[in-house]
C-alpha cells in the first residue's frame, strides 16, 4: 500500500502591499504589511509537519514585479526550509506574476520546479507513481484554453494538472486561460490544482477533485473570512477523504453590519458592537483580525454620530472591540445611517427651501456622482496605493456630506 500528502496554495500574492488599512497603529499596519509572508512561513511550517510528499503552488506567488529583492529572497528561503526536508515543489506563473511581468530573479533551490509558460510540461515522480502537468503565463493576458493542450493521463499513475485559470469558459473572451469544468474532466486526471480565484471552492469533489485553495492571505475587506491552502492524502492512487483546508492566513478581514435603528443614545450603539465582538471570529485563530464596521439605519442618534467626526467613531468602535479581545483592529467605520425620517424636513423645508429634498435629488444626478468620481480619482493620483484603496463608493460618500450638512444646518 502507498500512501501520501501533498499540499495544494495558490495566489500567495508576495509582495502585496496593504493600502487599505484606517488604522493609525503602526503595529497593526506593519503586521499586515508583513501578513503575506507570514502565511507562506506557516504554510512551510505545516507542509514540514504534515511530511508532505510535495507542494503545489498554482500561480501568482507574486503580487507584480518585486519591489525590491527582499520579496523574491523571502520565497526562496521558505523554498530552502522544504528543500532541506526533501520536499519537491511545483509551481507555475499566473497573471500577476507572468513572465513579462516579474522579471527580476535570484536563484532558487533545486527542489523547486517552474513549469515552462511556453508548452505543457509533465512531471513524473517515479516513486509516488505521480504525474504533474501544467503551463504558466507568458503574459499578463492568456486568453488561450491551456488545459485543453495539456497531454493525455499516464495510464495508471496519479495525474495531477496545475493550472491558474479563471475557470470561465468562452474561449477568445476570457484573459485568464478561459476553459469549463468540462475541459478538465475531459483531460482524465484525477486532481486539478487550480489558481487565480482567492476564494477557496471545491468545483468538483470527486472524479477528479477540482479545487481552488483561494488566496493564501486576505488582502483587502473584499475577501473575508480565513485563508489558506489544501491538503490532500492519496492511497494506492485515489484520494483519500475530503481534502483538508489549511488555514495559514496572518490577519483576516471581517465586516459587521449594525443597524441604529431604535437605539436611543451613542454609548448604546457602542455596547451592541461591542457584544458583536465577542463571537464574531474564532477563538483560537492565530490571525490578527481587521474589521469593518458599517453602520446603517434610521434614528435619533444620526447626527451624534455624524458630530463625532471619524476620527472619534473609529477610536469608539475601536474601544468596543477591545472590550471583548486583543487581536482585532479597526479597519474603517463606514457611516451609511440616515437621520430620523421627517424631523429635517419639516424645520428645514421653510421658506420654500427644502435642504433635504435637493440633496436627495442631487445624490441621484449622474453628473454630481460623475464630479464625486472624478475628485476621487483626483485625490487618489496623489495617494500611493491609488484611488482603489479609500472611500470611493460614491453613494456612501455623499450620504456622509448629506448627514454632515443636515446636522450642521441643524446646530444653526
Ligand atoms: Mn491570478
Not at 86 to 95: A, M, S, Y
Not at 119 to 141: C, K, M, N
Not at 269 to 274: G, M, Q, T, V
Not at 325 to 333: F, G, H, L, W
Request: charge should be negative.
Amino acid at each position: 500500500m502507498s500512501r501520501f500528502t501533498f499540499i495544494h496554495a495558490a495566489d500567495l500574492h508576495l509582495g502585496t502591499r496593504f493600502h487599505g488599512l484606517a488604522t493609525r497603529d503602526e503595529a497593526t499596519a506593519r503586521h499586515f504589511a508583513e501578513a503575506t509572508r507570514t502565511a507562506l512561513g506557516r504554510l512551510v511550517d505545516r507542509t514540514i509537519e504534515a511530511k508532505a510528499a510535495f507542494l503545489l503552488l498554482a500561480g501568482d506567488i507574486y503580487d507584480g514585479e518585486w519591489q525590491d529583492l527582499s520579496t523574491g529572497l523571502d520565497f526562496a528561503s521558505q523554498m530552502a526550509r522544504l528543500a532541506r526536508e526533501d520536499i519537491p515543489v511545483f509551481t507555475l506563473r499566473g497573471n500577476h506574476d507572468a513572465l513579462s511581468i516579474v522579471r527580476r530573479e535570484i536563484t532558487l533551490p533545486d527542489n523547486v520546479k517552474e513549469f515552462s509558460t511556453e508548452a505543457p510540461e509533465t512531471v513524473e515522480l517515479d516513486e509516488l507513481r505521480v504525474a504533474i502537468h501544467g503551463q504558466g503565463f507568458a503574459e499578463r493576458s492568456c486568453p488561450e484554453n491551456l488545459a485543453s493542450r495539456y497531454p493525455p493521463p499516464r495510464a495508471g499513475w496519479f495525474n495531477i494538472g496545475l493550472l491558474h485559470t479563471s475557470l470561465d469558459g468562452r474561449p477568445g473572451h476570457g484573459s485568464y486561460a478561459p476553459c469549463t469544468p468540462a475541459d478538465l474532466v475531459a483531460r482524465g486526471y484525477d486532481y486539478w490544482a487550480l489558481g487565480h480565484s482567492h476564494a477557496f471552492e471545491m468545483v468538483s469533489e470527486s472524479d477528479p477533485m477540482i479545487v481552488y485553495p483561494g488566496n493564501l492571505q486576505g488582502r483587502s475587506i473584499r475577501e473575508q473570512g480565513g485563508k489558506g491552502a489544501v491538503s490532500v492524502t492519496v492511497e494506492d492512487g485515489r484520494i483519500i477523504g475530503a481534502a483538508e483546508r489549511l488555514i495559514v492566513d496572518g490577519g483576516r478581514f471581517f465586516q459587521i453590519a449594525i443597524d441604529i435603528d431604535g437605539m436611543e443614545d451613542v454609548p448604546d450603539l457602542w455596547s451592541r458592537l461591542s457584544e458583536r465582538f465577542a463571537d464574531a471570529v474564532e477563538q483560537k485563530s492565530e490571525a490578527v483580525h481587521a474589521a469593518r464596521i458599517v453602520i446603517s439605519g434610521k434614528g435619533s442618534i444620526h447626527d451624534a454620530l455624524v458630530a463625532m467626526g471619524n476620527d472619534n467613531r473609529t477610536a469608539e468602535a475601536q474601544a468596543a472591540a477591545d472590550r471583548q479581545r486583543d487581536d482585532i483592529r479597526i479597519e474603517k467605520v463606514v457611516l451609511r445611517s440616515a437621520p430620523a425620517t421627517g424631523r429635517h424636513t419639516d424645520r428645514l423645508a421653510e421658506d420654500g427651501f427644502d435642504l433635504e429634498t435637493l440633496l436627495s435629488s442631487a445624490a441621484a444626478d449622474p453628473d454630481v456622482q460623475d464630479k464625486i468620481a472624478e475628485a476621487m480619482a483626483q485625490i487618489g493620483r496623489h495617494m500611493t496605493g491609488g484611488a482603489d484603496h479609500f472611500q470611493t463608493e460614491t453613494g456612501a460618500i455623499l450620504a456622509e456630506a448629506r448627514a454632515t450638512l443636515l446636522a450642521r444646518a441643524e446646530e444653526e
